[in-house]
Antibody, heavy 125, light 109 residues
Framework: EVQLVESGGGLVQPGRSLRLSCAASGFTFDDYAMHWVRQAPGKGLEWVSGISWNSGSIGYADSVKGRFTISRDNAKNSLYLQMNSLRAEDTALYYC??????????????????WGQGTLVTVSS | EIVLTQSPATLSLSPGERATLSCRASQSVSSYLAWYQQKPGQAPRLLIYDASNRATGIPARFSGSGSGTDFTLTISSLEPEDFAVYYCQQRSNWPPSWTFGQGTKVEIK
């Protein structure tokens, strides 16, 4: 069974940093791109960042570009999101999600499946 | 950037009724559209991919249709567990990015 377990969320002051982690199991981690998606309280879904299987291709939403850095450690089956210069508007539940497309079939897929349960980040003074 | 617009924002229906949800793209996305279901306190779950293909384990009462810019998610007969928020999603090729619609809430009338 595929499992994605996020951690690292918490309460942080504006301007500070936080690092999220996602531990993956139940599939060959380095065969798939991975993504972070967030959901502000009571709001919809927003894609934040994605990383290809070998870290060779990375994408960011404009709202986080230059502040957030996605990375992965295939030896540890783990995905990370380094969040710097945090703002109140970054307050959200952050989900880790697996890209559906296996690397041999292409760099990126069109949908995400499955998703983790999320880790909550609250940016407030 | 492709924008996805879902309508209606809220759909009030009774169990057993048919639900029709719309997702419109600001430019063609071919058939590369997915639908997700999200229940309170839960992560989103993939329902439909490539506009009309049900994901593994999704009941046959869920169906998707459309191509280009106009897409529909239909729930043929609502079960109590179907009352939730539904999102559509697409991918842009370059730079790689993924966008979601704002969601449609299906609530019990």
């Amino acid at each position: 069974e595929v499992q994605l377990v996020e951690s690292g969320g918490g309460l942080v002051q504006p301007g500070r940093s936080l690092r999220l982690s996602c531990a993956a199991s139940g599939f060959t981690f380095d065969d798939y791109a991975m993504h972070w998606v967030r959901q502000a309280p009571g709001k919809g879904l927003e894609w934040v960042s994605g990383i290809s299987w070998n870290s060779g291709s990375i994408g960011y939403a404009d709202s986080v570009k230059g502040r957030f850095t996605i990375s992965r450690d295939n030896a540890k089956n783990s995905l990370y999101l380094q969040m710097n210069s945090l703002r109140a508007e970054d307050t959200a539940l952050y989900y880790c999600a697996k890209d559906h497309r296996i690397a041999a079939a292409g760099m990126w897929g069109n949908w995400f499946d499955p998703w983790g349960q999320g880790t909550l980040v609250t940016v407030s003074s | 950037e492709i924008v996805l617009t879902q309508s209606p924002a809220t759909l009030s229906l009774s169990p057993g009724e048919r639900a029709t949800l719309s997702c419109r793209a600001s430019q063609s996305v071919s058939s590369y559209l997915a639908w997700y279901q999200q229940k309170p306190g839960q992560a989103p779950r993939l329902l439909i991919y490539d506009a009309s293909n049900r994901a593994t384990g999704i009941p046959a009462r869920f169906s998707g249709s459309g191509s280009g810019t106009d897409f529909t998610l239909t729930i043929s007969s609502l079960e109590p567990e179907d009352f939730a928020v539904y999102y559509c999603q697409q991918r842009s090729n370059w730079p790689p990015s993924w966008t979601f619609g704002q969601g449609t809430k299906v609530e019990i009338k």
